[in-house]
């Protein structure tokens, strides 16, 4: 599994450039941590409305000018998050996944003919597609949920320690919990959906080869006609 990642990432690299993969990470982790500060702006109106409801005393102009701060700083997270979710993520992995379906297509065209033969054609058909496919999946959801989702974690860790030590130490430790319920799911959920692609591959293999030697299919079909 570790070995996989590494290779990902490696192929990544490669086809990306190290200076645009730590672009990539930085606005990533950048992101991340403005959208972990837009609570803060929100807590700030809450508070206001907070006071007016305890005295009755409002400065509306305060908090039209909050309101209209945390909507100037939303609208351009949104802005910011899409050019970087186009621009910059999506147009390296789209150009990561030619590069990797280029590759290893060029594999399969050099394949010896005895060592293709050795092979299930669906079977090199999936490996193809759905590796290619897998991959692009996967660094999707790195860099847009995991690489964020840590960031923002560490950033509002911190945040709470400067607030408030206690009330950090007592978040921190549901944390561990979290983990390991999210991990007791993946397991009974990993052994279910192993099955079902090993189903799936298997189906997968002998369709894709009875299409492919589609003569072949007829033939047999004929000889138990007779």
């Known amino acids: 599994m570790n070995w996989t990642v590494k290779k990902i990432f490696q192929s990544y690299t490669a086809s990306t450039g190290k200076i645009k993969v730590f672009f990539v990470v930085f606005i990533g982790v950048f992101l991340a941590i ?9 807590t700030e109106i809450i508070k206001k409305i907070e006071v007016f409801i305890s005295t009755w005393e409002i400065n509306i102009q305060e908090i039209m000018g909050i309101t209209f701060f945390w909507a100037i700083f939303i609208l351009i997270y949104i802005i910011l998050a899409y050019c970087f979710d186009y621009f910059l993520l999506a147009k390296t992995i789209i150009k990561n996944y030619h590069d990797q379906s280029l590759y290893y297509a060029n ?27 897998n991959q692009l999946f996967f660094l999707y959801v790195f ?58 591959a298997n189906g997968f293999w002998i369709i894709w080869n009875g299409l492919s030697n589609f003569w072949l299919t007829k033939i047999l079909g004929l000889e138990m006609n007779f």
């Not at 403005?34 to 702006?41: A, Q």
């Not at 007592?170 to 999210?182: C, E, N, R, T, W």
Request: charged share 15%; aromatic share 14%; glycine share 6%.
């Open 107 to 133: 594999r399969i065209v050099q394949m010896s003919f005895w060592h293709y033969l050795s092979k299930q054609v669906g079977s090199i058909y999936k490996i193809l597609d759905r590796g290619t496919e």
């Open 143 to 200: 860099f847009l949920w995991v690489l964020k989702s840590i960031a923002s974690i560490i950033f509002i860790s911190i945040m709470l320690f400067v607030i408030d030590w206690r009330m950090a130490i007592v978040s921190l430790i549901l944390v561990p919990v979290a983990v390991g319920i999210g991990l007791f799911i993946y397991k009974k959920v990993a052994g279910t959906q192993k099955k079902l692609d090993q189903t799936y």
């Open 34 to 42: 403005l959208w972990s500060l837009e609570p803060l702006i929100f």
